[in-house]
């Protein structure tokens, strides 16, 4: 699955998937009588191995247009010893009639409540060891607000049912082992009205009409699969032919709401060919009979799920109707269908034993990423996206609350939580680091043998390990596993020692880096490989090591004499930030850095960065790097370059120099700027395109530019009449400018404007441009508008994400939370609670964090992962407010000479 985060100057924030709901609805029934016994204890959060199922066949009713389903679900048991209780999971499930069958015999049972996630069936006589079979007849629910479990959607005048069962929703829709090491075979029935259409995880085996007249889709069953990964899909769609792909020429088809078909045909295009190049990669076909792509009209929390057979994206995604296709929608989906698509062997065929090592699934899919595009369009440089995303995937490893990669799952919210940046992308920058350290084909050997070996099985970290060991010929754990099982970056410090009778030395310590304010502990090691590029005149080398305690040394012997420079993460592949000491920064630097790769650039702007937020470099010597190495006309350069440049709180910068700070974005900005302009140029490049709402945005929100603000203004009032007047790219920046400066009359034209619009992707950008509004009255009656109003809140919580962004309306939108925080979390969909806790991190300062404290305390323990997610707030206030402390006076004297 791939998740989306939201972020804002300072702020990860994320929308978990699922939680707890209410216990699970059960209907006596004159069956059996339970025994008169104290109440059984439900188990926690495993059900335990005594009892296993070997099949699964589940036939449901669904109308989308309804809130309910009824379900008779049939699982094939494994008894490992007599049973008088059978525990299953269930989440708001009312089962009406439950029979045992066993030995040729039917055994009435009876419900018996367990608790929010679990009920029990208890048989009129004990079960004996062997084989068994349990029918259940049920009822269950279709939620219209939520993006899990069952769920139904409008888009246009028909309705539309979709299924989203990762982590732990499956149970939402039949009584289940729900958990990813029963991986058994599915066979699914689907009872739908004639007019509708139906899709599952595996092509349809019948179809007939019932005696109801409801249309009844039998599918083939499915090859062994964890609940989480069974799919379906009810209502009036279009299905786009995508042809076939792979080796056992698999059918590919792109399958849409009606009326949509046009917005698929870039993912039509392009799909069998990701497919293909992973094929070749893994040394694997593709595993399943076919492959269908689904766009869901709108999603919370997640952006695309790797279901067998079914892979199921949101919308904005996948679709994109003519003039709205461009560059970043084009690298977006190829980078999430590949993401997907490798899922089908890391996830699929080979699955995770339990949620602790979902980074099995999710890091692999992540690195797939860029492996793929490597191969299939490597002037897209995958391997700079992956340097940039090293810098907020070690922002959030850097807090002392900072999970593990396998983090232990102690209570059920630990999964949700799982499905995060240290997962995703600090796990996938893990591998990429190992990758190269161990060889491309040492490690490509490991990825296939690891999937041979565990192939429609479960599979856990030391299996994997075990398997690159193997291809390594050596014991690799070790040095993973210190950057699996413990949270953090480190922080590699390089020394050079030059002496007349010795090669020339780097002396190398590790810690681990802490931002200032830190509540953490520095005293921490791990089995670090450093590979450092070197030289002197014309002469250059490398050399690796594998940094194992806390102090080491690597020999410089590839060049004579002592290195003129020295660059300490060769190629940025490594996971750890670098210290130079000395003059080792400067010399790097001094002739802008000509030595470093445009990787090794990204990689030292983000180090840069980091020390400055340690403590170790101060904020005025980072801006004044900035320009020297921004040399380079390179999108992603520039655009790691303008996280820095852009990235100063404004809370750091007191009112008299705003306008020095606009004056310096200007100098690195503004010949750029006004070169790219706000219009598309004929014949541009594709990164030009990419590059131009970084830098022009740059120019216009931070530098103030007036000749650009002005012609944003001129084009946002031709947008209004007319939709092809702004470039797509630039849409949201424009209408930023606009309503920066705007009056109530263009506030109510824009709300129109949004909600007028069909085309969702849009309707965001409209609403989050209105978080730019200065006037905090307006901005109030906004936040009403969109969040209490007539409004998808999904759509509306880009405005409040940009109210508290915004300094003029920070306290106005705070407050706004705090006043309906019950209301909000009553509208938007399960879990939203821990969610909005995080928004009281926009804030730096002492008594903003008493209030958070205040309001929140009490409630986050009501919400699944809110205590996680308000200590993380806290932490982020606290580093902060010492931030503020620690670089106000070298940001002020740095600002004072511009």
Same mark, same amino acid.
């Given at each position: 699955?791939?998740?989306?985060?939201?972020?804002?100057?300072?702020?990860?924030?994320? %929308?978990?998937?699922?939680?707890?709901?209410?216990?699970?609805?059960?209907?006596?029934?004159?069956?059996?009588?339970?025994?008169?016994?104290?109440?059984?204890?439900?188990?926690?959060?495993?059900?335990?191995?005594?009892?296993?199922?070997?099949?699964?066949?589940?036939?449901?009713?669904?109308?989308?247009?309804?809130?309910?389903?009824?379900?008779?679900?049939?699982?094939?048991?494994?008894?490992?010893?007599?049973?008088?209780?059978?525990? %299953?999971?269930?989440?708001?499930?009312?089962?009406?009639?439950?029979?045992?069958?066993?030995?040729?015999?039917?055994?009435?049972?009876?419900?018996?409540?367990?608790?929010?996630?679990?009920?029990? %069936?208890?048989?009129?006589?004990?079960?004996?060891?062997?084989?068994?079979?349990?029918?259940?007849?049920?009822?269950?629910?279709?939620?219209?607000?939520?993006?899990?479990?069952?769920?139904?959607?409008?888009?246009?005048?028909?309705?539309?049912?979709?299924?989203?069962?990762?982590?732990?929703?499956?149970?939402?829709?039949?009584?289940?082992?729900?958990?990813?090491?029963?991986?058994?075979?599915?066979?699914?029935?689907?009872?739908?009205?004639?007019?509708?259409?139906?899709?599952?995880?595996?092509?349809?085996?019948?179809?007939?009409?019932?005696?109801?007249?409801?249309?009844?889709?039998?599918?083939?069953?499915?090859?062994?699969?964890?609940?989480?990964?069974?799919?379906?899909?009810?209502?009036?769609?279009?299905?786009?032919?995508?042809?076939?792909?792979?080796?056992?020429?698999?059918?590919?088809?792109?399958?849409?709401?009606?009326?949509?078909?046009?917005?698929?045909?870039?993912?039509?295009?392009?799909?069998?060919?990701?497919?293909?190049?992973?094929?070749?990669?893994?040394?694997?076909?593709?595993?399943?009979?076919?492959?269908?792509?689904?766009?869901?009209?709108?999603?919370?929390?997640?952006?695309?799920?790797?279901?067998?057979?079914?892979?199921?994206?949101?919308?904005?995604?996948?679709?994109?109707?003519?003039?709205?296709?461009?560059?970043?929608?084009?690298?977006?989906?190829?980078?999430?269908?590949?993401?997907?698509?490798?899922?089908?062997?890391?996830?699929?065929?080979?699955?995770?034993?339990?949620?602790?090592?979902?980074?099995?699934?999710?890091?692999?899919?992540?690195?797939?990423?860029?492996?793929?595009?490597?191969?299939?369009?490597?002037?897209?440089?995958?391997?700079?996206?992956?340097?940039?995303?090293?810098?907020?995937?070690?922002?959030?490893?850097?807090?002392?609350?900072?999970?593990?990669?396998?983090?232990?799952?102690?209570?059920?919210?630990?999964?949700?939580?799982?499905?995060?940046?240290?997962?995703?992308?600090?796990?996938?920058?893990?591998?990429?680091?190992?990758?190269?350290?161990?060889?491309?084909?040492?490690?490509?050997?490991?990825?296939?043998?690891?999937?041979?070996?565990?192939?429609?099985?479960?599979?856990?970290?030391?299996?994997?390990?075990?398997?690159?060991?193997?291809?390594?010929?050596?014991?690799?754990?070790?040095?993973?596993?210190?950057?699996?099982?413990?949270?953090?970056?480190?922080?590699?410090?390089?020394?050079?020692?030059?002496?007349?009778?010795?090669?020339?030395?780097?002396?190398?310590?590790?810690?681990?880096?802490?931002?200032?304010?830190?509540?953490?502990?520095?005293?921490?090691?791990?089995?670090?490989?450093?590979?450092?590029?070197?030289?002197?005149?014309? #002469?250059?080398?490398?050399?690796?090591?594998?940094?194992?305690?806390?102090?080491?040394?690597?020999?410089?012997?590839?060049?004579?004499?002592?290195?003129?420079?020295?660059?300490?993460? #060769?190629?940025?592949?490594?996971?750890?930030?670098?210290?130079?000491?000395?003059?080792?920064?400067?010399?790097?630097?001094?002739?802008?850095?000509?030595?470093?790769?445009?990787?090794?650039?990204?990689?030292?702007?983000?180090?840069?960065?980091?020390?400055?937020?340690?403590?170790?470099?101060?904020?005025?010597?980072?801006?004044?790097?900035?320009?020297?190495? #921004?040399?380079?006309?390179?999108?992603?350069?520039?655009?790691?370059?303008?996280?820095?440049?852009?990235?100063?709180?404004?809370?750091?910068?007191?009112?008299?120099?705003?306008?020095?700070?606009?004056?310096?974005?200007?100098?690195?900005?503004?010949?750029? #700027?006004?070169?790219?302009?706000?219009?598309?140029?004929?014949?541009?490049?594709?990164?030009?395109?990419?590059?131009?709402?970084?830098?022009?945005?740059?120019?216009?929100?931070?530098?103030?530019?007036?000749?650009?603000?002005?012609?944003?203004?001129?084009?946002?009032?031709?947008?209004?009449?007319?939709?092809?007047?702004?470039?797509?790219?630039? %849409?949201?920046?424009?209408?930023?400018?606009?309503?920066?400066?705007?009056?109530?009359?263009?506030?109510?034209?824009?709300?129109?404007?949004?909600?007028?619009?069909?085309?969702?992707?849009?309707?965001?950008?409209?609403?989050?441009?209105?978080?730019?509004?200065?006037?905090?009255?307006?901005?109030?009656?906004?936040?009403?508008?969109?969040?209490?109003?007539?409004?998808?809140?999904?759509?509306?919580?880009?405005?409040?994400?940009?109210?508290?962004?915004?300094?003029?309306?920070?306290?106005?939108?705070?407050?706004?939370?705090?006043?309906?925080?019950?209301?909000?979390?009553?509208?938007?969909?399960?879990?939203?609670?821990?969610?909005?806790?995080?928004?009281?991190?926009?804030?730096?300062?002492?008594?903003?964090?008493?209030?958070?404290?205040?309001?929140?305390?009490?409630?986050?323990?009501?919400?699944?992962?809110?205590?996680?997610?308000?200590?993380?707030?806290?932490?982020?206030?606290?580093?902060?407010?010492?931030?503020?402390?620690?670089?106000?006076?070298?940001?002020?004297?740095?600002?004072?000479?511009?």
């Amino acid at each position: 699955m791939r998740n989306r985060w939201m972020q804002g100057s300072s702020l990860l924030l994320t %929308l978990a998937l699922g939680c707890a709901a209410p216990q699970a609805e059960v209907k006596e029934t004159p069956l059996a009588s339970a025994p008169a016994e104290a109440p059984p204890q439900p188990p926690g959060l495993r059900l335990g191995t005594d009892t296993r199922p070997e099949r699964y066949q589940v036939e449901l009713t669904l109308d989308p247009a309804q809130d309910s389903f009824h379900g008779v679900a049939e699982i094939a048991l494994q008894l490992e010893r007599p049973t008088s209780l059978l525990w %299953l999971n269930g989440t708001e499930l009312a089962v009406e009639e439950a029979v045992f069958t066993t030995g040729g015999e039917t055994v009435a049972a009876k419900v018996v409540p367990g608790n929010e996630d679990v009920f029990a %069936l208890a048989p009129a006589r004990e079960l004996p060891t062997g084989k068994a079979t349990v029918r259940i007849r049920y009822t269950g629910k279709v939620s219209a607000k939520d993006s899990s479990g069952i769920f139904r959607q409008q888009e246009g005048d028909a309705w539309y049912a979709f299924t989203q069962f990762e982590a732990t929703d499956a149970r939402r829709a039949f009584p289940s082992f729900d958990e990813p090491s029963f991986k058994v075979p599915f066979q699914l029935t689907l009872k739908v009205k004639p007019e509708l259409k139906a899709f599952a995880n595996t092509p349809v085996e019948s179809e007939q009409v019932g005696a109801d007249g409801l249309r009844v889709v039998r599918f083939t069953e499915t090859l062994p699969l964890p609940t989480y990964l069974v799919a379906f899909a009810v209502g009036p769609f279009d299905v786009v032919d995508a042809g076939q792909a792979g080796q056992k020429k698999t059918p590919v088809r792109i399958v849409v709401p009606r009326g949509h078909a046009e917005g698929a045909a870039y993912a039509a295009k392009h799909t069998g060919a990701l497919l293909e190049v992973l094929e070749a990669y893994f040394g694997i076909p593709y595993p399943y009979e076919k492959l269908d792509v689904m766009a869901v009209p709108v999603t919370t929390g997640w952006g695309a799920m790797e279901n067998v057979g079914l892979i199921t994206f949101g919308q904005r995604y996948l679709l994109a109707r003519p003039g709205m296709d461009t560059e970043s929608f084009r690298r977006d989906f190829i980078a999430t269908q590949a993401h997907e698509l490798a899922h089908q062997w890391f996830g699929n065929l080979v699955t995770t034993a339990w949620w602790d090592d979902i980074w099995l699934n999710e890091a692999f899919a992540s690195w797939s990423e860029g492996m793929v595009i490597r191969q299939w369009k490597p002037d897209w440089k995958p391997e700079l996206e992956s340097v940039r995303a090293r810098g907020w995937a070690m922002g959030a490893d850097s807090l002392a609350t900072a999970r593990r990669i396998r983090q232990p799952i102690e209570v059920k919210g630990d999964i949700d939580q799982a499905f995060d940046g240290i997962t995703y992308t600090k796990g996938q920058l893990v591998l990429d680091m190992f990758e190269a350290f161990l060889g491309k084909d040492t490690f490509r050997k490991g990825v296939q043998e690891h999937l041979r070996r565990n192939t429609h099985g479960n599979a856990t970290a030391d299996d994997f390990l075990a398997a690159m060991s193997s291809a390594a010929g050596r014991d690799v754990k070790p040095m993973f596993s210190t950057f699996l099982d413990q949270p953090g970056v480190p922080l590699v410090s390089v020394a050079l020692t030059c002496a007349k009778d010795a090669a020339p030395t780097l002396q190398l310590s590790q810690q681990r880096y802490l931002p200032v304010g830190s509540k953490g502990e520095a005293a921490q090691t791990w089995q670090v490989p450093v590979c450092v590029r070197y030289g002197r005149g014309k #002469a250059e080398a490398q050399a690796c090591t594998l940094l194992t305690e806390t102090k080491g040394t690597l020999a410089l012997d590839g060049v004579k004499g002592c290195p003129e420079w020295v660059v300490p993460n #060769a190629g940025s592949r490594g996971y750890y930030r670098a210290q130079l000491q000395g003059e080792l920064l400067t010399k790097l630097t001094q002739d802008g850095g000509k030595r470093l790769t445009l990787a090794e650039r990204i990689g030292l702007l983000g180090d840069v960065k980091a020390l400055t937020g340690g403590g170790f470099l101060p904020a005025g010597e980072t801006l004044a790097l900035v320009p020297r190495l #921004a040399t380079v006309e390179d999108r992603d350069l520039l655009t790691a370059a303008a996280s820095i440049v852009t990235g100063v709180p404004e809370d750091f910068v007191p009112e008299h120099l705003q306008p020095h700070y606009a004056r310096y974005v200007r100098k690195v900005f503004g010949e750029r #700027a006004r070169r790219l302009g706000l219009t598309p140029k004929k014949g541009e490049s594709q990164d030009v395109a990419l590059l131009r709402p970084v830098v022009v945005g740059a120019m216009m929100l931070d530098g103030k530019d007036a000749a650009l603000r002005s012609e944003a203004k001129r084009l946002a009032a031709a947008w209004l009449k007319d939709s092809s007047a702004v470039a797509p790219e630039m %849409l949201s920046v424009v209408l930023a400018v606009v309503a920066e400066e705007s009056d109530a009359a263009l506030q109510e034209r824009l709300l129109s404007a949004a909600k007028e619009t069909k085309d969702r992707r849009v309707r965001t950008q409209v609403l989050g441009a209105l978080g730019a509004v200065k006037d905090p009255a307006r901005a109030r009656q906004n936040l009403a508008a969109a969040l209490l109003g007539a409004f998808d809140v999904r759509d509306a919580s880009s405005l409040l994400a940009g109210s508290l962004g915004n300094p003029s309306t920070r306290e106005v939108a705070y407050g706004f939370v705090k006043e309906h925080f019950d209301a909000l979390v009553e509208k938007m969909p399960r879990n939203s609670g821990a969610y909005l806790i995080t928004h009281g991190g926009y804030f730096c300062d002492a008594e903003h964090r008493a209030d958070v404290v205040a309001f929140f305390g009490e409630r986050a323990p009501k919400h699944e992962g809110g205590p996680r997610m308000l200590a993380q707030t806290l932490e982020r206030l606290d580093l902060c407010i010492a931030q503020k402390e620690a670089q106000s006076k070298s940001l002020a004297a740095f600002l004072q000479t511009q």
